[in-house]
C-alpha cells in the first residue's frame, strides 16, 4: 500500500503506526496497573504512585546524561528508539516473572516498581529518540499540527487499549479482579505490541541534522543560533511547565482508584474503561483542529487557554457528585492534555538549536515525564493518605489531591500570562 505514497506521506505512515501501538500498550496497561498495585496487592496510595516515580527518575536521568548525549554526539534518532523498544519488551517478560515467585503481595508489588525502574531506562531511549526525529522530519510551521494528527491516531490506539485491558483485568468477568496482571496477560500484550511497533521504524529515516540537511539557527526568529548553552527564555519555559504538567498529571494514577471507591462511585473496571475511552474519543477530535489553532493563533497563547481548561477539567472532579460532570469533564481532560502536548512541544523546538535537540528536548521530556510520578508521590499521594489518617473520608481526601493539582496548574498559567506579555510588549 505504501508504495503509492509519497516520501513525507510514507514517513509519516510509519511514525503514526508507531504512535498507535504505543499509546495502546501504555493505555491498556498503567490504566489499570494503579488498581492492581492498591487493591490486589494492598499497597498504600503514596506507594502505588512509586511504580511511576521511581522509573521516571532513571528515564530523566538516562534521557538527559546518557541516551541525550548520545543522539547529539552521534545524531542517532531512529536506532535509539529501536533498541528502546525491543529491550523494554522482553524486561518487561522479565519483570511479570519475577513478581509471581514471593508468596508476600507486598514483595511482588515493590518487585514491580523496581522492574518497571529498570525497564524505563530502556524506554529513555525511545522517548528522546522520538522527540529529536519528529523535530528533525517537520518543520517548525508543521510541528503542532504533525503532534495533533498523531494524537488523533493515537486516541484509536487508547480506545482499543483500555478496552482490552478493562475486559482482560478481571478475565472478561470470568475471574477475579487482578487476573490480568497476575496471570500475565497484560504484560504479554504490551511486550508484543513493543516488539511490533519497532517494525515500521525500519521504514523511517535515521534523522539527524547531517541526513536533514538543517541549517544550525535558532527556528524562533530565524536569525543566528543562539548559544548552545540554554537560553534565559528556554529556561522560563521549563519552570512553566514543570506547574503545567505536574498539576495535570499528579492526579492522573490516582483518578482510577477514587473512581472505584466503595463509599464513592464504585464503577466496575467496565465503567472505568468507559469513563477513560470518553478521554480517549476527545483526543481523537481534539487532535484535529490542533493544526487550524496553530495556524490562527501563537503556540504561547494556545498555550494558555489549554491549561485553563485543564485547571476546569480538575475543578469539576473535584466538586462532582455523579457521574455525569465526571464523563464530561474527562471529554474536555484531553482537548486541555492534547493541546498542552502539542504546543508545548512545537514551543520548545523553536526555541531549542537544531544541534542540540537530544539533550534540551531531554530537559523538556523531564517536564513530561518526571510529572507523572513525582508529584503523585511528594504532593497527591501524601495529601489522600494523611487526610484518611486523620479520619477525612476517602472521598473528601481525594478530591483535596485534585484541588492541589488545580492550584498547581495555575500557578504555571500565571507565570505563562506575564510571560506571554512580556513577549509582546518585547521586554
Do not use: C
Amino acid at each position: 500500500m505504501t508504495r503509492f505514497l509519497s516520501k513525507e506521506q510514507k514517513n509519516f505512515f510509519n511514525i503514526s503506526s508507531f504512535q498507535i501501538l504505543a499509546m495502546f500498550r501504555r493505555t491498556m496497561f498503567y490504566g489499570f496497573l494503579s488498581i492492581y498495585l492498591r487493591f490486589f496487592l494492598g499497597m498504600s496510595v503514596t506507594e502505588t504512585t512509586f511504580f511511576v516515580t521511581f522509573p521516571i527518575i532513571l528515564n530523566v536521568v538516562f534521557q538527559t546524561f546518557v541516551w541525550g548525549k548520545l543522539s547529539d554526539k552521534r545524531q542517532l534518532r531512529r536506532t535509539l528508539i529501536i533498541v528502546g523498544e525491543i529491550s523494554a519488551a522482553i524486561t518487561t517478560l522479565l519483570v511479570w516473572y519475577l513478581h509471581i515467585l514471593p508468596e508476600s503481595k507486598t514483595t511482588a508489588g515493590w518487585i514491580i516498581i523496581l522492574g518497571l525502574s529498570f525497564v524505563e531506562i530502556y524506554w529513555s531511549m525511545s522517548n528522546v529518540g522520538w522527540s529529536a526525529l519528529l523535530s528533525d522530519l517537520y518543520p517548525d510551521k508543521e510541528r503542532a499540527g504533525i503532534q495533533g494528527r498523531l494524537q488523533s491516531i493515537g486516541a484509536v490506539g487508547r480506545i482499543v487499549g483500555v478496552w482490552i485491558g478493562g475486559a482482560m483485568y478481571d478475565g472478561f468477568a470470568h475471574y477475579y479482579e487482578g487476573w490480568g496482571f497476575a496471570q500475565g496477560g497484560l504484560f504479554f500484550i504490551a511486550s508484543a505490541a513493543m516488539l511490533i511497533s519497532t517494525i515500521p521504524m525500519f521504514f523511517v529515516p535515521e534523522g539527524g541534522i547531517k541526513q536533514t540537511g538543517e541549517k544550525k539557527e535558532n527556528e524562533l526568529t530565524s536569525k543566528p543560533a543562539v548559544d548552545p548553552a540554554i537560553s534565559r527564555k528556554f529556561r522560563l519555559f521549563l519552570i512553566v511547565m514543570v506547574f503545567i504538567n505536574f498539576g495535570q498529571n499528579s492526579i492522573a494514577l490516582i483518578k482510577s482508584q477514587y473512581l472505584v471507591l466503595d463509599g464513592g462511585f464504585d464503577v466496575s473496571s467496565e465503567t472505568l474503561g468507559y469513563i477513560i475511552n470518553m478521554a480517549s474519543v476527545s483526543m481523537f477530535i481534539a487532535g484535529l483542529f490542533i493544526k487550524r489553532l496553530s495556524d490562527r493563533w501563537r503556540d504561547d497563547i494556545l498555550l494558555l487557554w489549554s491549561t485553563l481548561l485543564g485547571i476546569a477539567y480538575l475543578v469539576i472532579f473535584a466538586v462532582a457528585d455523579d457521574l455525569y460532570p465526571i464523563y464530561l469533564s474527562n471529554f474536555f481532560s484531553s482537548f486541555a492534555w492534547v493541546g498542552i502536548f502539542a504546543f508545548s512541544y512545537s514551543y520548545a523546538a523553536r526555541l531549542i538549536p537544531p544541534e542540540k535537540r537530544g539533550r534540551q528536548f531531554a530537559l523538556f521530556n523531564a517536564t513530561f515525564f518526571l510529572s507523572w510520578g513525582v508529584p503523585a508521590t511528594f504532593i497527591a499521594g501524601p495529601i489522600v493518605d494523611l487526610l484518611i489518617k486523620s479520619g477525612a473520608t476517602e472521598v473528601f481526601a481525594y478530591r483535596m489531591s485534585f484541588v492541589a493539582a488545580a492550584i498547581l496548574m495555575s500557578v504555571g498559567a500565571v507565570i505563562l500570562l506575564f510571560s506571554i506579555r512580556a513577549n509582546s510588549t518585547g521586554e
